[in-house]
């Protein structure tokens, strides 16, 4: 069982767009929510996190938007560069647990 | 600052062997974790050690085994590998408060 749905599994946006990645959860303990992300052949590195009691987090071109009553979350990648390309993890901890989502294989292209 | 090191990179295994994963980190974290990575499954967590001298299963246990050796060090043995067990397996930490986890470079293994 999914504790974590994250969608779409694939994006491809143009250059200068925006790449929004969707994730949603089921357990209200859930305490911390961060977004990890991948370069091929390495490890996933943290990029931006929220806690539930915030609704939106922003650094730089990313914002995680937090809807606590419909348990979503949601990261958004303003003015997306081909440097962006990587694939994206949303995760939800529980104590010393952090489960993540199945990931999003972003392509940004010129 | 070498930070959460994996060994080997890469390892190939004949069903039934057996072989252990060597994780280490150098930022005095209490909590190390083992996930593996397989295409549209995400990052699932094997084991995990939330200080020195405890571990428990995370969300695939079956067929590992895990030691966390001291503060530094924590293993992950396959004692008799499967060809289910084709992922690329990576060693995270993480410091108190587990708000981010340092992972390390990965370990690409197949199991034939």
């Known amino acids: 069982q999914q504790q974590v749905k994250q969608s779409p599994q694939s994006l491809i946006v143009q250059k200068g767009g925006i790449s929004i990645i969707n994730c949603a959860y089921e357990?209200?303990?859930?305490?911390?929510f961060p977004w990890y992300q991948q370069f091929p052949g390495k490890g996933p590195a943290l990029l931006i996190a929220i806690r539930p009691d915030v609704s939106e987090k922003k650094e730089g071109r990313f914002t995680i938007s937090f809807n606590k009553s419909a348990k979503q979350f949601s990261l958004h990648i303003m003015d997306s560069q081909p440097g962006d390309s990587a694939t994206y993890f949303c995760?939800?901890?529980?104590?010393?647990?952090?489960?993540f989502g199945i990931g999003t294989k972003l392509q940004v292209i010129p | 600052n070498a930070g959460v090191t994996q060994t080997p990179k890469f390892q190939v295994l004949k069903t039934g062997q057996s072989m252990t994963l060597q994780c280490a980190q150098d930022?005095?974290?209490?909590?190390m974790y083992w996930y593996r990575q397989d295409p549209g499954m995400g990052l699932r967590l094997i084991y995990y050690?939330?200080?020195?001298?405890?571990?428990d299963k995370g969300e695939v246990p079956n067929g590992y085994n895990v030691s966390r050796l001291n503060k530094r060090e924590f293993s992950l043995r396959l004692e008799s590998a499967a060809p289910s067990q084709t992922s690329v397996y990576f060693c995270a930490s993480s410091g108190q408060g587990g708000t981010e986890a340092f992972f390390g470079q990965g370990t690409r293994l197949t199991v034939v």
């Open positions: 995760a939800a901890r529980f104590y010393q647990k952090v489960t």
């Open positions: 050690s939330a200080s020195e001298g405890t571990t």
């Open positions: 357990n209200t303990a859930f305490d911390y």
């Open positions: 930022m005095n974290h209490n909590s």
